[in-house]
């Protein structure tokens, strides 16, 4: 017990340098040191309406803090949890109200999983499919959505701070979709289309 408190207050102590992360969203990083986070799910309100906020970008602070590093893991971890694996989780869904977003990109090789800084959708194709997706943060509910089949996606590359763009097709583009929906505060339900249709 007395190494958790030791290793948790070191792990706050590093997030709580100037990171330009809020000292609440250090609290939430540094409490689940790199491990698999809790979720916010529709099933408790407060969770509820936290999902329904608007995300805040990035900078250079948080880029280079341990925070960042921490919540990368943390997502990770969350997002691949054996339990109840996802193919792509938002920082919002972890109680971290920033524009990150982890997604499985099955267009390539190894289909590995990729963080995306401050993304944005600049272009949809006019042409869209219906699918059926479901979203660890709202648990037991499933359903058909309509998205674009292809996106260019913008976002700043943590490593040379330059912002790029990024092609995406089919399945990958639908993650996508849906994570950056998630960081405006937007949920597969709302998006769900009646049976039938």
Known sequence: MKICVVLCVCLLSACAAPTGFTEDECRVIASQGGAIMRLCTTAGRSDSL??????AALGRGELASDCFRL?????????????DAG???????????????????FDKPGEPFEFYVNPRIVWRSG????????CLSVPGVAGTVRRADSIVVSYLDERDMRTHADT??????????HEIDHLDGVLFIDKMLPPGK
């Open 127 to 134: 042409t869209v499919s219906d699918g059926g997706e479901g």
């Open 87 to 105: 193919v792509g989780i938002a920082a919002p869904q972890v109680g971290v109200s920033r524009r990150l977003i982890a997604v499985q990109r």
């Open 71 to 83: 919540l990368k893991e943390g997502m990770l971890a969350t997002v691949r949890d054996t339990t």
């Open 168 to 177: 995406v097709a089919g399945f990958t583009a639908v993650i996508f979709q």
């Open 50 to 55: 936290f999902l329904r906020h608007e995300a």
